[in-house]
């Protein structure tokens, strides 16, 4: 018999057809609607691989509910989602997507940016609305992005591609990193910078730094104290690494001026969160990779590892190998 295969989203069947030859392929019928916590707990139980995305939740529960299960593919960079560590002990191989989504998020990090610093947001709402009566001198006025001062905290592949960006912005560049980075800083003129010269000194505070235990709320009330009250705060990273109670109270005080998410602790978003209440943040729904060529990467990833895996040879881009 073949191993079973269950892929917790609805994926191109173009890219699922190859596997279908080395694996019984079970799958969950929709692209959008998270498979539901029993319905996964079911599958994996017969299950050997599983192919997942960031909103699945891959606990001890989970792995405890699946004793056949020897890999994990993940159609996402960050693996936070999943208890890494305990599935390694097991036995379990997991794989993220590298490297394909790194100019993609770029793109977003900067477009998000922009986005906030000029409120475009606010000013499509407002003209929808019918609230462009008339030229102002100074309505829907926002601030210059051009010839400011960007800190980028977590200088990664994407946080150079973003740094690229923005000097072609004249922007001067500063970055926070658990290691210094000589060779950028010469390549690129960027400069290195304690946490909280950074955050003083910044016109807008880029996130992007990978969650951990390390990370998790690096960016608190404390921290967000320490910003200009014109700055604007945006994260593309992941959510939980900004308190995202603290930034309420910043941008409901107005200590600083504006944020622009793409993340957040709990996702999908509640309706019911109070950053939805606010005039002065930007919300995406977690589309840093969005874009069709870059998804169908990451998509294809997953797919190699799995048949390298079904094949007895090395699957990509492990996790923590």
Not at 80 to 90: D, Y
Not at 266 to 282: A, F, K, Q, V, Y
Request: with cysteine; hydrophobic share 45%.
């Amino acid at each position: 018999m073949k191993p079973i295969l269950y892929i917790c989203r609805e994926m191109p069947e173009e890219m699922v057809a190859p596997l279908r030859e080395f694996y019984e392929v079970d799958m969950w019928p929709s692209t959008s609607e998270a498979v539901p916590r029993e319905v996964l707990l079911e599958k994996v139980a017969t299950a050997t691989a599983l192919w997942v995305v960031i909103s699945d939740r891959i606990d001890q529960e989970v792995l405890d509910a699946a004793p056949e299960l020897k890999i994990i593919v993940n159609m996402a960079v960050g693996y936070n989602h999943i208890l890494v560590e305990e599935a390694r002990a097991r036995g379990i191989i997991v794989t993220n997507t590298p490297d394909v989504l790194t100019e993609t998020t770029a793109d977003l990090a900067f477009a998000l940016l922009m986005a906030t610093a000029r409120d475009m947001m606010g000013a499509e709402k407002a003209m929808r609305a019918g609230k462009w009566t008339s030229w102002e001198p100074l309505g829907f006025t926002g601030v210059d992005v051009y010839g400011s001062t960007l800190g980028i905290i977590g200088m990664g592949r994407i946080g150079e591609a973003v740094m690229r960006r923005a000097k072609a912005f004249n922007m001067n560049v500063l970055y926070h990193n658990r290691r210094r980075k000589p060779g950028v800083e010469d390549m690129h003129g960027c400069r290195y910078a304690t946490l909280e010269t950074l955050l003083s000194n910044s016109d807008f505070v880029l996130v992007l730094v990978p969650f951990s235990e390390e990370t998790k709320g690096i960016i608190g009330a404390e921290e967000i104290g320490m910003m200009k009250e014109t700055a604007i705060l945006v994260n593309v990273s992941r959510g939980g690494i900004v308190d995202e109670t603290a930034l309420f109270k910043a941008l409901q005080s107005h200590t600083i001026r504006a944020a622009g998410l793409d993340v957040f602790e709990i996702e999908p978003l509640p309706m019911d969160s109070p950053l939805l209440t606010l005039p002065n943040i930007t919300v995406l729904p977690h589309i840093g990779s969005a874009t069709i060529k870059t998804r169908l990467a990451m998509i294809s990833l997953n797919q190699k590892a799995l048949l390298a895996f079904a094949k007895g040879e090395e699957p990509n881009h492990q996790v923590m190998k």
